[in-house]
């Protein structure tokens, strides 16, 4: 059992940067690869970025490759998602999820668990 608590949403201008934390409790011993969704109205959940365990690889949607940087802290149990030059086109739901697996992978069926959420709205 792994529990996820999305944090660090919140308003930002286009242009601007934040930084959404994913606090991770349970197994996080385990060997698991986390990722990044987002859900806008309207839409379905796409994939956004993606960690292995021990963060050696990443894995970026096209959208934000250059402007988006995922990252884990395993000493404080927690990831990262850096976002820099923000977009209109970004706001969204933001939720991490986590599998016990040595992989990324980009559907979000293939993710075992799932944090609440957390808003991110990039203004104009």
């Known amino acids: 059992q792994v529990q996820l608590v999305e944090s660090g949403g919140g308003l930002v201008q286009a242009g601007g940067s934040l930084r959404l934390s994913c606090a991770t409790s349970?197994?996080?011993?385990?060997?698991?690869?986390v990722g990044w969704f987002r859900q806008a109205p309207g839409k379905e959940r796409e994939f956004v970025a993606g960690?292995?365990?021990?963060?050696?690889?990443?894995v970026y949607t096209d959208s934000v490759k250059g402007r988006f940087t995922i990252s884990r802290d395993n000493a404080k149990n927690t990831v990262y998602l850096q976002m820099n030059s923000l977009k209109r086109e970004d706001t969204a739901v933001y939720y991490c999820?986590?599998?016990?697996?040595?992989?990324?992978?980009?559907?979000?069926?293939?993710?075992?668990?799932w944090g609440q959420g957390t808003q991110v709205t990039v203004s104009s």
């Open positions: 349970g197994r996080t011993s385990s060997v698991y690869a």
């Open positions: 999820a986590a599998r016990m697996s040595y992989a990324i992978y980009v559907s979000p069926n293939l993710y075992n668990y």
């Open positions: 960690i292995t365990r021990s963060g050696e690889s990443t």
